[in-house]
């Protein structure tokens, strides 16, 4: 006791309590350190406090958040670059998809087409991006093979379900599939089982009202054949349409 009771008095005598008054709060007394003397209004203190603590928790979730979004590296921390009217054009129709998404939320279908090397999948990514860090959504960029492949590593799998992976895929706030062209074919057409798997994901985020991106190679007009009429009959409602009509920038780098 002699001893916690020398310690007490060790911490008293570089104490002292000071006088002071916030605009905002009104006077206070607060116990400062002596090397420490100036005032602080304890509410004010608080309040900070606990903002930092909001910011680093948040900061900490989108980390994770931007984590498990799977964004390709070469993608990560880019910016699709507006050279013309067309790309300026496309930027805008995305930025539409994103205020529609933040200010009234539902299904919104953000569709994407264009021959390989135009941006799609550069400007989706920056797009998913944007929202993770900026509104802390759930975002997951995927490839519709890598997709459908994910989904079917559970009937090896002793620890998933299919169920648990399509939840999963229909779950995110914001899904992007890429290649949605390009599912596992069958005598030159969709696997039934790929197609059921897309036809189900995309169901879902539909009638949950899930934000989805569509990336394509092929014409809008035929995405049907690839993708089947009730897939290409749910991203036709509420759809932001971007066609990457310009040649592929990788050959002209």
Known sequence: MQKAGDFLA??????????????????ADVLVRL???DWYC????????????ENYLKNQRVGWMLEGAKIPSRFFGQRFMVRSEEHAAVKHQVAAF?????????????????????????LACELLESMIRK????GRY???????SEIQATYSSDTRSQEEEIAKFSAYD?????????????????????????????????????????????????????????????INQNMYQCAHTWADERRAA
Request: aromatic share 6%.
């Open 174 to 234: 914001l899904l992007i599939v890429d290649e949605a062209d390009a599912i596992p074919q069958k005598d030159g057409a969709p696997s039934a089982n790929a197609l059921l798997l897309m036809n189900e994901i995309y169901n879902r985020r539909y009638s949950n009202g899930r934000a989805t991106v569509t990336i394509s190679n092929q014409l809008f007009e035929t995405l049907n054949h690839f993708l089947g009429d009730r897939i290409f009959s749910r």
């Open 10 to 27: 060790s911490v008293a005598g570089r104490m002292k309590m000071v006088k002071g008054s916030c605009e905002e709060h009104g006077e």
């Open 135 to 138: 509104r802390a959504v759930s």
């Open 98 to 122: 994103r205020d529609f998404v933040v200010q009234q939320g539902g299904w919104a279908s953000l569709v994407l087409t264009g021959i390989t090397g135009t941006g799609k999948s550069l």
């Open 35 to 37: 090397d420490r003397p």
């Open 42 to 53: 304890p509410v004010c203190l608080d309040r900070k406090t606990k903002e930092e603590e």
């Open 142 to 148: 995927v490839t519709a093979g890598g997709m459908i």
